[in-house]
Structures are given as structure tokens and as C-alpha cells.
């Protein structure tokens, strides 16, 4: 219904049977000066050429983490340390999780390696061909068993991400909110039609890089150097801005933080607690941390409480962190402390359980904390005081 009105909306007049006609015609005629674009175009990317399904599924998770040019470094250093899925499915999950520090959303790489044991139990090490098996994977949805399946296995199947939906919406000045379900799964099915049985995978990437490299988002296209201009029609009505259409996201929560570095008294062991399995990131190493923000009177009658002796507090510089839906404003204090075996540094031990209260902490070797936890980009701007105090 929505999808419907939209087309007729946006149209010059045409019912909208003859406009979906033109629509179709449109993105078939668009292949071949695509994929020819793409031949001269392409950027050379280290997983591209001739990758193995392994390289190809591990490139794509990463990017939809962040931008190509900084999941470079991240996807040469994964495949140094792991350059098979055996070898993945061997590691140890803080081997995994360090690699991905940076990258954020660790639940996709704790599917990544929950991914690899199953493939090396399940399918001798080899992922599987078929997207159906793709997609029952950890991890795997809809968009990375498209992917997957067509530039690694030549199924000819779509993977609509965001470039591929902007694209097309401006290809056929369609009018319909590009954030629904429903015209993702139009789009969808619009170049399931088109996608070339002889290059599926080429045509796919060919869409997203004409996406990321020359169809710009917040109307910034670079129509002079598009190999589809001539057939896209928003150009043709000159409303190139006004597509695609993409409904507001509500506002982000903000929730306040007061987040303590503790330091023992010679400066060679910090206080950290490991996040609870679930939820937020999940399982991941922290500052001790409150909700809410708090004096630092009320930081040293908790500490005082729960058996530490302060030496000195500093209150920090307020620190802010985006999440997708969340923004943490974090109040910082920067406390050396004695007490509750503050001498004893531990070293890092996986098996170590979660827990729930902030003060449930243990010192931890600074040296051996940066080289082996996987530390949430939350905090980076405390882990920097960190070192910039620690001995
Ligand atoms: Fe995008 Fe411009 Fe090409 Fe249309 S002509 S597809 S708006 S780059």
C-alpha cells in the first residue's frame, strides 16, 4: 500500500503499472555500463581479485562495521594472525576479541568465531555453498549471505546494503522511505530481477562501490562521472536531492556516567571489571563505572566504603561516547588508592566471570591490560590518562 502511493507520488502521471514497467527496464539497461564501469573502476581492495569465501565473509562483517580505507589495516592484520577458518576456530576468544578492538558491535565477532568452530566441526573448515546454509549461520543475515554467496560462491543473489538502496532509489526516483522493510525488500527484489547470472558477485560489489564512490550520500552524487546517468531519473527530473527518501531516526538516549581510574600507589596496576555476558558490550573489559553523575565527595565515600584509602582524586574532563542508539556523557576521576590488595596485580585470566557491581574489581597489570583485553573504544580517552600516569 505505502509502496504504492509512494510510486505513484513521485511519478509524471503514468499509472503506476506502466511506471513499474519503466522502473524495470531502467535497472535492466543499467547493467552492462555498470559492470563496465566496474572493470575500469574498481578500487583494489586486499580482499578483492580472488579471495577465499573465508576472506570474503570476514572483509564483509568488518565493513559493515566502518569505512573501507580504516578496515584495511584491521583485515591485514586479521588474516596475518588468522589466515584460515581453522586457524580462527582454534584461537582463543580474547586472541579474537583484541583483534577487533576498535571495530566496535563485539557481538559480531564473538559470531564470527562462534561461526568458525561450527564451520570446522560441521563443514570440514569450509564454508558452505548454498545461501540457505550461508544464512543459517551465527551472524549471518540476509545481506552477508548475499554477499557471501555471490562474490565468493557466484550465486546469483542481491545483497542490499546501504549504498545499493540509495542507488536505486535515485535511479527510479523512488519516492518511498528507503529506512522501511518494505522497500528494502522491494529493492531487493527489484535486483534479484537484473542481477547477471555470469557476474552476480561483480555486479553486486559494482552497486556498492558506484554507491560509495561516485552516487554520495546527502545529496552530494557525482552525476559528471556516474556510468548510469543517462538512465537515472531523478536526474531526469532534476530532483536529485530529494532521494532517496529516509525518515528521521529518533533522537539517541543520553545516559551519564561517572567513570573511576584507579590507580595502585606505584603506578603499575589499575582497577577493571569485566561486563556482564549480555547486552551492551558484552563480556568486554571497563573502568569501574557509575550511572549517573557524582561529586567527588560522594566518589570518596564510596571508595572509603568499600575498604580503599584515597592518596589523591582528580576529577577528569567530561568525555562523550556515540553508540547507535545510546550516548553515554561521562564524568571521569582519576583516583591513586591503597587497600583491597591494590600490590597485587593480577594477569589477564579469560575464565574471569562478569560481574555486576562496579566495585567488584581487580587490579590489573597496565602493561599486560593493553596488550591482551580487547578495550571498548568507550573509554579511549581514559585509557591515554592511563598510560600518561601509569609506570
Ligand atoms: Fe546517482 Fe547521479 Fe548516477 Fe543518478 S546520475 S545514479 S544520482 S550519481
New binding site residues.
Partial sequence: MKEKEGRGAAGDGLPDIDKRLQEDKRLKEMVSPLLEWYDSHARILPWRGSPSPYAVWISEIMLQQTRVEAVKPYFDRWMKAFPTLSSLADASEAEVLKLWEGLGYYSRVRNIHKTAKLVAEKFGGSLPSSFEALRNLPGIGEYTAGSVGSIAFQLPVPCVDGNVL??TA??TADPADIGAAATKKHITEQIRAIIPEERPGDFNQAMME?GAT???PNGL???G?????F?????RLDR?VE?PVKSGKPPRKIEKKTVLILLNENGTAAAFRKRPENGLLAGLWEFPNFDGELSDGKIRQILDASGLKISSLVILKRVKHVFTHIEWDMTGYLAVVKGRNSGQASAVMETDSSCNNALDFQWIDIKLMFEKLALPAAFKSYYQILKGVAV
Avoid at 562521472?225 to 546517468?229: G, I, Q, R
Avoid at 538512465?231 to 536526474?235: D, K, N, P, Q, V
Fill in positions: 540509495r542507488v535515485r535511479l558506484l561516485v552516487c554520495l552524487p557525482r552525476c562521472e556516474c556510468p548510469v546517468a538512465l537515472c531519473e531523478a536526474r536529485i532521494f
